[in-house]
């Protein structure tokens, strides 16, 4: 699980999602970003344009969100293609503006994440916001955006062992 152990590292270590609660010994712990973390996984693994699920519906346009590839295009069609490739590349990562969650997946989406996660659409919003920089970094070492198979069976076995 090499790609997906880096981000729970990072996540339980405090590289990830920085603003949860401060626990000894530098880690971090927000239970919105875990909630969210396997669902995010679930998506950006998709192999090709699969649809259905969170972020699987019309509000999206085209169909849902298939996996990590999808979702860089989508960022760059919709203008924030600096910074994906900043996720992408080995510099600092560029956040989103505000609103552009809702621009890239749509509300309709974004209640189903929420209701998926037991959180509010504005916890899912703000934590979308935060741990995509994050993961699409982890998950595109030396820039560049693994083969969706690589990516596809870390995550699958991953959530395995939470079923």
Not at 34 to 54: D, E, H, K, T, Y
Not at 94 to 102: K, N, Q, R
Not at 104 to 126: C, H, K, N, T, Y
Request: hydrophobic fraction near 40%; glycine fraction near 20%.
């Amino acid at each position: 699980m090499g790609m997906l152990s880096e981000i729970l590292g990072g996540l339980v270590n405090g590289a990830v999602g920085g603003r949860g609660t401060a626990q000894p010994g530098g880690g971090v712990r927000s239970p919105i970003l875990m909630a969210l973390l396997p669902i995010l996984l679930s998506v950006l693994s998709r192999r090709g344009n699969q649809g259905g699920g969170a972020f699987g519906g019309a509000a999206a346009g085209g169909g849902g969100l298939g996996g990590l590839g999808d979702l860089l295009g989508r960022l760059t069609q919709r203008g924030y293609g600096q910074q994906a490739a900043s996720w992408v590349g080995t510099g600092d990562n560029e956040p989103l503006p505000p609103g552009a969650i809702d621009e890239i997946f749509g509300a309709q989406e974004l209640r189903q994440v929420a209701d998926q996660a037991g959180i509010s659409s504005e916890e899912a919003r703000a934590g979308i916001s935060e741990l995509l920089p994050d993961i699409v970094d982890h998950l595109t070492p030396q820039g560049t955006v693994p083969e969706d198979n690589a990516l596809a069976d870390s995550v699958d076995a991953y959530l395995r062992r939470l079923a």
